[in-house]
C-alpha cells in the first residue's frame, strides 16, 4: 500500500508559512546561492581593502569628511580598484574604524560563505567569537606599538577607534599597564580559540605553563562518556546486528553536545574510515516516532498519513502582514540620473561686493537719519539676507518705507525688507544677487534630508536663502494654493512637487488625479496612467482638461471621500494612517469591504479658468475636500495664475492655510494669496513666498526640474509593470443629468457594458445584490444600482425589497443564454 506523509499543513491544505519558510532556508541550492553571494562580497570588500594601500593616499582628500550621497553626485572619480563605494568603505574600514585588523572581518565573511556551501564544515559562533575579539585586539595592538608613525603615513594600522582606545589606556593605567592588559586579552584569545583555527598559539602555549590546561580534544573516552552512551546501546533489537562503536574523538561536557555530536555527524566528527551503520542512523528516527491518523480514500492502495500537530496555527497570522506593494513588488524607483545637475558654475558673491552693499545700505539709511549698530550679509542661491541692527529708538515702520531708496543705491531690482525677520531681533534687506544660481532638481533630491525623510508625503521645493533644503509634508499641509504671474515658476513649482511624491511614493500608496485645462501642463504624465493616476470609469483620458469632466471628477473624489469615511467608521479608526495600519495587520476583512487605501493627491491647474466657465458648480465640490478629506488621505493643490478675490474667494481661502507665491504683479495680488506683500517684490525665475499651515513665510529658490527630466521619470515608470487599469474613482452622476428612466421604464437598448457578465454571476450566485456586483467589477455603487435596474427590467430578479438581496428568476445558465440572445 502506497503512503504519503503530510507535515504541518494549513486550514487549506497548503503548507504553512513557517514550514514554506524553513524549507526555503534549508534548501541546498538556496543555501549555496547565498553562500556564493557572500563570497562574491568578500572578494569586493577584499579588493577594496588590499587596494587601499596603492590608492589610500590620492583617494584621501576625496573622500574625507565627504557624506557618501554626496561623493556618488560629484563629477569626479576616485582611484580605488572598487570605485566610490570601495573607496569609501576602505577608509572607513581601515582608518576610521579597526585599522588592518578589518581582515578579520573577511576572514568571517569567508566562513559564512564556505558554510552556506558545505565546502567546510565550522562553527560559526565560534568562529564569529574568534574574529570579533581578535578585530578589536588587533585594532588596539597595531594602534600601541605604531602610534608614532600616523603622522608620517596616510594609513592608521590600528585605525582612528584603536588610537583613541589606546590613549584612553595609557592615560589611565600607563604604558605598562596598557601592554599586560594586551598580553592579557591575547593569552585568552589563544586559550578559548579552536586548535585547528591558530595552531600557532598552541605551538607557543606548549612551551609555557599554560600548555598544561587540557583542551577539548582527547584520544580517549572518559568513563562518563561510557556511561551516558549505554541506555543508547539497550535501545537495539536483539535481531539487528551491531556495529562497532567508533572511538569518539573530542570530550564532552554535558548531554547536550554528546546528542549534538551523534546528531550532526560529519568528517570533522569521524574518522574517513569509520562507517555508520544503519542501525545506528535509524535510532533517532525511532525515537521521535509519533502517532499518525490514517485518512482513507476510494483507491485501496492509496492512503495518506496525517502526522497530529499540536502548534499547528489557523488563524491566518502566519501569513504575516499585508504588503500593499505585493502586486508591484518589482517596481524600482526612479533614480538620480534620470535628473540633470543643471551645473551653472559656482556663482559666488565675493566679498568686495558684499562690503560695497554693506556700505551702501549702511549710506541710504544714514541719509535718513537712520543710524545701524551692525550688519551681516547672508549669501543665498538667487539673493543675499543682510540683517541690521538699527540703534536705539529707531523706528521700523520708518525703514520699511525705504525700499525703493536702498534699492536705486545698491541699483538693484526689487528690494524686499522684512522688519522684524520672525525669532530674531533684526532686521532684514534681501538683496538680489547679480549672478544667481540654479537649484537643481536632482541636489535636492540626493540630499541626506530628503533621502532621510520619515514624511507620509514628503515634498521637496528647493533652497532657503541659507541654503538648506526646504521640504514639507502635504499631509500636514493639508493642502496647497499655489499663484504665480505667467513665466515666473508655476508650472516648474508644481512639477517639483509631483517629483518629490514620486521619488519616495509607491504606485500602491499614492494616486494623482489631474486637471488641466491648458490640455499640455500635464499631458506628459498620461503615460504613468496605470502606475499613479486614478480616473473615472468608462473615461478615455486620465488627465481631465475639460470643465465639465472636471466637475464630475472632483464630485467623484467627493464620493470617495464620503465612501472612505464609512470605512473608517467600520474600523473604528479616525484617520487614514490607523487604518492602513489596521489593515497591513489583517485586523480588517476584505470581504466586508475593506481595502488598502492610497493617498490622493488632486492637481488642479488654471483654477480662475475653471471658475470662469464652472463657477458654483466647481467651487463646491473643492470647498468640501478642502473641508474634511484630509483625515481619509485626500489633499488638493490648486494653482492659478490670476489670484484676485474672484477667483480665491473667502471659502477657499479658509480651507487652504498654506500658500506658496511666485512672483505676482501687484501688492493687491500678493495680499490676496499671502495676506501680505511681498510677493510682488520678487525676482522671478522659482524665487517664491512659501507659508505651510500658516506658518511664517519663508523665501525659497524652487528647484529646476525641465521637460526632458520629467519624461526621463515618466518613461522610466511607464516601462515597468503596471496595474491592469488606472485606480477607478466612484462613478458621479449630476443631479441635472437626464436619466434614462422615465416613468419608473428602463430603456434596454443601452445596456452597461458589464450587463451580460452581470446577470451571469447573479445567475450563477442566485443572489441579486448590488453590493456583490460592485465589489467583483470594482465599479461605483451608482452604476452597480443601475445595472441592477437593467437586470430587473429585462427579468432577471425581482424588484427591491429593503435591505434583502433581490430574488433571482432565472434559475439556470441556458435559460439566461437563451434571454440574452434574445435581447440582442
Sequence with gaps: MAKKTINKKGDNGKPGFWALFRSFFTNERTRFITGLVCSIVTIYIGLALVSFFFTGAADQSKIENVPVTDLLTNQGSVENWTGVRGAFLADLLMNRWFGISSFMILFFLG???????????????????????????????????????????????????????????????????????????????????????????????????????????????????????????????????????????????TEKEIEKAEQQASPEWVEPEEETSPVEEAEPEQEKETPVQVLHSDDPEFSVEVAPDDDADYSGKALGDYDPRLDLSKYVF??????????????????????????????????????????????????????IIPEAGIRIA?????????????????????????????????????????????????????????????????????????????????????AGATGQGKSVGLNAIITSLLYKKHPAELKFVMVDPKMVEFSIYSKIERHYLAKLPNTDHPIVTEPADAVATLNSLVVEMENRYKLLVLANVRNIKEYNTKFISRQLNPEKGHRFLPYIVAVVDEFADLIATSGREIELPISRI????????????????????????????????????????????????????????????????????????????????????????????SEQVAYPTAYLLPEYVAENDADKTLGGVVDLSERDPFFNEAARLIVIQQQGSTSLIQRKFAIGYNRAGRLMDQLEAAGIVGPSEGSKARQVLIPDEYTLEQLLNSLK
Design 626 to 717: 478642502a473641508a474634511k478629506a484630509r483625515a481619509v488621505g485626500i489633499h488638493m493643490i490648486l494653482a492659478t495664475q490670476r489670484p484676485d478675490t474672484k477667483v480665491i474667494t473667502g471659502t477657499i481661502k479658509g480651507n487652504f492655510p498654506s500658500r506658496i507665491a511666485f512672483k505676482v504683479a501687484s501688492m493687491i495680488d500678493s495680499r490676496t494669496i499671502l495676506d501680505a506683500p511681498g510677493a510682488n517684490r520678487l525676482i522671478g525665475r522659482g524665487d517664491m513666498l512659501i507659508s505651510v499651515a500658516g506658518s511664517d513665510t519663508i523665501r525659497v529658490q524652487c528647484a529646476f526640474v525641465d521637460t526632458p527630466e520629467v519624461e526621463n521619470i515618466v518613461n522610466y515608470i
Design 334 to 387: 526612479p533614480t538620480l540620473d534620470l535628473l540633470d545637475p543643471h551645473d551653472t558654475g559656482v556663482h559666488e558673491v565675493s566679498m568686495d561686493d558684499l562690503n560695497e552693499n554693506q556700505l551702501q545700505i549702511k549710506q541710504a539709511l544714514e541719509e535718513f537719519n537712520i543710524k545701524i549698530a551692525s550688519i551681516k550679509a547672508t549669501v543665498g542661491p538667487t539673493v543675499t539676507l543682510y540683517e
Design 111 to 253: 566562513s559564512v560563505g564556505a558554510k552556506l556551501m558545505n565546502i567546510r564544515r565550522i562553527s560559526l559562533f565560534k568562529r564569529f567569537i574568534f574574529c570579533l575579539t581578535t578585530l578589536i585586539w588587533g585594532s588596539w595592538f597595531f594602534a600601541f606599538f605604531f602610534i608614532s608613525g600616523y603622522e608620517d603615513t596616510f594609513i592608521y594600522l590600528g585605525g582612528q577607534q584603536g588610537y583613541y582606545v589606546t590613549e584612553i589606556l595609557k592615560n589611565n593605567i600607563g604604558i605598562p599597564g596598557t601592554f599586560l592588559l594586551l598580553l592579557g586579552i591575547f593569552l585568552i584569545i589563544a586559550v578559548f580559540s579552536s586548535s585547528k583555527t591558530i595552531p600557532f598559539l598552541q605551538r607557543v602555549l606548549s612551551f609555557s605553563w599554560l600548555g598544561r590546561i587540557q583542551w577539548r580534544r582527547k584520544k580517549k573516552v572518559t568513563p562518563e562518556v561510557v556511561q551516558e552512551e549505554k541506555p543508547q546501546e539497550e535501545v537495539v533489537p536483539d535481531s539487528q546486528p551491531v556495529a562497532e562503536e567508533p572511538s569518539p574523538e573530542y570530550v564532552f561536557d
Design 398 to 482: 520708518k525703514i520699511k518705507t525705504l525700499e525703493d531708496d536702498i534699492a536705486l543705491k545698491l541699483a538693484a531690482l526689487n528690494i524686499r525688507i522684512i522688519a522684524p525677520i520672525p525669532g530674531k531681533g533684526t532686521i532684514g534687506i534681501e538683496v538680489p544677487n547679480k549672478n544667481p544660481q540654479t537649484v537643481s532638481m536632482q541636489s535636492v533630491i540626493a540630499s541626506k534630508k530628503f533621502q532621510e525623510c520619515k514624511y507620509e508625503l514628503p515634498v521637496a521645493m528647493g533652497k532657503t536663502i541659507t541654503n538648506e533644503v526646504y521640504m514639507f509634508d502635504l499631509c500636514k499641509t493639508p493642502h496647497l494654493l499655489v
